[in-house]
């Protein structure tokens, strides 16, 4: 049970949750709200609830079934409603699990079906495992790569040419851009107007700046302004685009496993594991999720 079952709003059936995602330290990962029966909210008053609460996003159960592990999740960032959230999928997908055991669940979203595998470790804690919709890229235009360069105020000799930009899709869409340097990845110092209103534009939930540090190590971080957040800690669904990227250009490992190590540079470092079936174009996306302290 979480330590922080915080008091609820009157609408709510249940309490507003606090988990933090793809880390076993509750001072790090990224922290999400989960609410286990929305089923009385509307869409105005998830907002609000989501907008109080302050992360990223909150998940809100709508619907459920748990005799048959399916249930309807919606995603709100504080400032508008989301298709798909894979950090808030995991930590809602734990909390069920330490409700009504482990195993499979499946949840059905405004992105399509999530079918989820949820095992408790030696450790004690609960890891789930999220299978994407399909996945799919393209290569950015040059008014997608300059108008973001400006944003970020990044030049286009800080790109890695051998990761080329990109718009990824693994259930909503982001744009992919790889710093040549660990040191140009580790000074985001963007124009948070400027970027919300690109990313408006072309319809992204995040822009994703990644490092390849390894041919299956990459560090990356997540500029989220159109959520009214300036960096997320742990981006799931961008984690699963980005594996979908790395297997269309053929960059990903033989075994398909890739880390996503992700929040360093915000002081809340996560772990995303990322595995590619070449014969799929669905990614599974790995990670634990622990309550926040009522303290945190």
Not at 255 to 276: A, K, W, Y
């Amino acid at each position: 049970m979480t330590t922080d079952d915080a008091p609820a709003p009157t609408a709510l059936r249940s309490p507003v949750l606090r988990y933090t995602a793809f880390t076993t330290d509750p001072s790090g990962g990224n922290p999400a709200g989960v609410v286990l029966d929305a089923s009385a909210l509307d869409a105005e008053a998830m907002l609000a609830v989501a907008a109080e609460v302050g992360y990223s996003e909150t998940a809100f159960v709508t619907a459920s079934d748990p005799d048959a592990r399916r249930y309807t999740l919606r995603y709100f960032s504080p400032l508008a409603e989301v298709d798909f959230c894979g950090h808030a999928t995991v930590a809602t997908a734990v909390a069920l699990s330490e409700r009504v055991g482990v195993g499979p669940i499946v949840f059905t979203t405004a992105a399509g079906e999530i079918a989820l595998d949820t095992v408790a470790t030696a450790a004690g804690a609960v890891e789930a495992t999220l299978t994407s919709v399909p996945t799919r890229t393209r290569p950015a235009t040059a008014e997608e790569q300059g108008a973001t360069l400006a944003a970020l105020r990044w030049r286009a000799d800080d790109l890695d040419p051998a990761l080329p930009p990109h718009v990824a899709f693994g259930g909503n869409h982001h744009l992919i851009l790889a710093a040549g340097t660990r040191e140009r990845l580790a000074d985001l110092d963007y124009d948070f107007g400027e970027l919300a209103a690109v990313m408006r534009r072309h319809g992204w939930t995040t822009v994703q700046l990644v490092h390849r540090l390894s041919p299956s190590r990459y560090a990356a971080r997540d500029p989220f302004p159109v959520g009214g957040v300036v960096e997320d800690p742990a981006t799931g669904a961008a984690a699963a685009a980005f594996g979908g990227y790395l297997r269309d250009l053929g960059l990903a490992p033989a075994d398909g496993r890739i880390v996503v190590d992700q929040g360093e540079d915000m002081g809340r470092p996560s772990v995303l594991t990322v595995t590619v079936d070449p014969a799929s174009r669905r990614v599974r996306v790995t990670g634990h999720a622990v309550p926040v302290p009522a303290s945190a």
